[in-house]
């Protein structure tokens, strides 16, 4: 069976559904949206607090990393959303761009266009936001960012904790400018989640020139004369595309997804059987992603939302979200934070902080028996670089995730360092009334040599994945400044593995905006 169109976008996350939604909008384009998984329809996916199962594997792909041999050769679970409206779906819901000086430095990289000036306004374009509205922020565009309905008085503690360090509190910490700390924005809209499904695509559902298949996973692309023409699916179908068809399938998927089809490092795929289409030895390489460290503290009381796992009070608060839109229910569980340094002289914040009101909020972190808080840090600029692989020509198996974490030095004793401020955080006197001892990593973790311990033991990724099909201007760059691939005609790459650095912050915003400034491109491009 074969079915026609102008444009095939393949994956339905943050970025497909924006692009799909923006495309459409030109009614002359028929436009395909491809997502391997399913629809959005469990309350889980709605409602904010359901961040906290989503890193436990629902609407997750399920894989997990090699061995990482700079940590002790522990394996992490990496969290890769299958779901329509992927990340957005599943993630904590928060809302932050990067620091101006991340685009500048994509400028300085060969990447015209690309300046925090030229993608500012995309960031406005899409925001509706329910407190600013200035030179920064935009009101009345398809994402709802919204100020947090849930804050706790510890909240409010941990800022003037951070105060008795000389960090300051910042209001918007998306705005003018990223250091302090503060309640991050969110993208909920009505205490609901506002996932690219939701904002973008719900309303661009019933056009006639857009369709929409989920549970539809492509095997590999159509590549003919050096140029994509559509994709096969797992089924046998085949679905041609008349203008282009546009990875946006993630750092992870889009590299996967080119090297099945033949795209890729040539050595790689001949050992697999893959015959090699083009050779392009940056797919895959570049990987970047933030790591985690984290340090978790009793409470002297019911200060976070530990309670509320039980089954009384789970109820009490889903009785509370459905008569008020507050509580636990509307909390994303981390919607306080903050920037600062690790690094002195560091040219902008390099260490970041979530603090999360519970323990045990992830998998694969410790939960407390009484209340406890959570503060993770991540060190924002890492220098190493890891690397997506094929294990086989089988499209079932899963790919080879390499973040190689810690392959710098330097990446370690940042890292370290940030995990270090955020003990000392929770240990200022504003917390005392709080906060009753620490527990992780306690107080007998004290030598450098223990501290790596804990870390190699305990770390996890901020799910932040990014560079693996490169944008740049040189010959080497997967993809050109307008996210065209280099050498393959009809092709392009809109997503977070065409940064060629990751931004310092959560990576959501950023690929919304990336996938806003292409869908203009690529209607400038065709005159549509």
């Known amino acids: 069976m074969t079915e026609t169109y102008d444009i095939i976008i393949v994956g339905g996350g943050s970025a497909g559904c924006v692009l799909a939604a923006r495309l459409s909008e030109a009614a002359d384009l028929r436009v395909c949206l491809l997502e391997a998984g399913g629809a959005d329809r469990h309350p889980f996916y709605r409602l904010p607090a359901g961040f906290a199962k989503m890193t436990r594997g629902i609407g997750s792909w399920g894989w997990q990393t090699v061995p990482q041999r700079h940590m002790g050769n522990r394996v992490f679970n990496y969290t890769q959303a299958r779901v329509i409206g992927g990340g ?41 936001n329910d407190t600013f509205s200035n030179a920064y922020h935009g009101q009345g565009g398809p994402l709802g960012v919204s100020q947090p309905r849930a804050p706790l008085p510890i909240c409010q503690a941990y800022f003037e904790a951070a105060g008795q360090l000389g960090i300051p509190q910042n209001p918007d910490m998306a705005g003018e400018r990223q250091d302090g700390v503060g309640f991050y924005q969110l993208t909920q809209r009505h205490a609901r989640r506002s996932s690219t499904s939701v904002a973008y695509l719900g309303p661009a559902r019933k056009r006639p020139n857009l369709t929409l298949k989920t549970g539809a996973q492509v095997r590999h692309l159509i590549i003919k004369n050096h140029r ?39 050595d790689h795929l001949k050992e697999l059987g893959v015959p090699p289409v083009f050779d392009q030895p940056e797919i895959g390489a570049n990987l970047q992603d933030h790591l985690d460290l984290f340090t978790i503290s009793e409470c002297t009381g019911d200060h976070t939302y530990d309670k509320y796992a039980r089954p009384f009070w789970s109820a009490v608060a889903g009785l509370r979200y459905l008569l008020t839109r507050t509580g636990p229910v509307a909390s994303s569980l981390f919607e306080t934070g903050g920037f600062w340094y ?168 950023p690929v919304i905006m990336i996938a806003e400034k292409a869908a203009d491109m690529i209607r400038a491009d065709y005159g549509v």
């Open 88 to 128: 957005s779906t599943v993630n904590a819901q928060i809302y932050t761009r990067g620091n101006a000086l991340d685009y500048d430095e994509w400028r300085q990289v060969g990447c015209d266009g690309w300046s925090y000036e030229d993608v500012l306004p995309y960031f406005r374009k899409a925001e509706d």
């Open 228 to 266: 994509a023409t559509g994709v096969a699916l797992m089924d046998g179908t085949r679905l041609m595309a008349g203008t282009e068809v546009i990875m946006a399938s993630g750092a992870i998927g889009s590299p996967r997804l080119l090297m099945l089809s033949g795209l890729g490092p040539a």
């Open 342 to 509: 690790a690094e002195e002289g560091a040219r902008s914040p390099d260490i970041q902080f979530h603090l999360g009101l519970g323990s045990g909020i992830e998998a694969g972190v410790a939960k407390m028996q009484n209340a406890g808080v959570t503060l993770n840090s991540a060190y924002l600029r890492p220098r190493s670089r890891g690397s997506v692989r094929l294990a086989s020509a089988d499209p079932a198996e899963p790919p080879l995730i390499d973040p190689n974490y810690w392959a710098d030095p330097n990446d370690r004793e940042m890292s370290i360092r940030g995990l270090k401020l955020a003990q000392e955080i929770l240990r200022q006197p504003a917390l005392a009334g709080f906060v009753k001892r620490e527990v992780l990593p306690g107080p007998d973790v004290q030598s450098d040599a223990d501290v790596f311990a804990f870390a190699c033991a305990n770390a996890k990724t901020d799910h932040h994945p990014a560079g693996t099909c490169r944008m740049g201007a040189d010959a080497t760059a997967v993809v050109d400044p307008r996210l065209r691939f280099n050498g393959i005609n009809g092709l392009r790459v809109v997503d977070a593995s065409i940064m060629p650095r990751l931004v310092s912050s959560n990576t959501n915003a």
